[in-house]
């Protein structure tokens, strides 16, 4: 793991600790913003494959932060932790951002859930997992080595709906192509950063307004 800068490096300022899935859209909206107080730090997303790392993993980074940042704030949802990362987070006297998964703040919450609802059987990308969708689920899952998985893995989804945070022909033509590849309906849907952008939007005016 990357050192965090020391106390003198970051007065008044403001951690954001990140899924690394997460890192473009992250460093994105700080760049467009000019929030110079926000400094993101993130955790491997592969560990989303190993979620019982990422509740230890992140409370690390918030003890090494402890006198360094002025506030903390965790960019991750439950993601699979089955409630553990909220107990560390209540431990530690941390926020995270609202939701289960990447997904339904990507899409906003109340979005989300009637996506699911409207269709249950759905396997969801990001941008993300559309650029590493080869290293991440073809070659993660063993689809490369052992085909016959595909069914077992994918059999009981109808539909591959692309939760796109950027207009990108390119990776649009890419999400479809990795829906055909796992024989899917494609389905597209725009977020934007959705609720990423609305939370850190919120807490950088927040911790801007402290330092004024």
Known sequence: MAALPTAVDAPGRTLLIACG???REIVELIRVNDWRHLTVSCLPAA???TPSKIPGGVRQRIQEA?????RILVLYGDCGTGGLLDEVLAEEGVER??????????AGNDVFEAL???????????DYLVRHFERLIVQGLGLDRY????EIYFGNYKKLVYLAQTEDAGLDARAAAAAERLGLAFERHFTGYGGLGDFVAARGQETAAWRS
């Not at 699911?116 to 990001?126: D, K, N, Q, V």
């Not at 085909?147 to 595909?150: I, K, R, S």
């Open 147 to 150: 085909p016959e998985l595909l």
């Open 21 to 23: 899935a997460l890192a």
């Open 97 to 106: 951002i609202e939701g289960p998964h990447c997904y339904a703040f990507f």
């Open 116 to 126: 699911a609802e409207a269709e249950i059987g759905s396997f969801y990308l990001t």
């Open 66 to 70: 402890r006198g360094r940042y002025e």
């Open 47 to 49: 560990w989303h494959n």
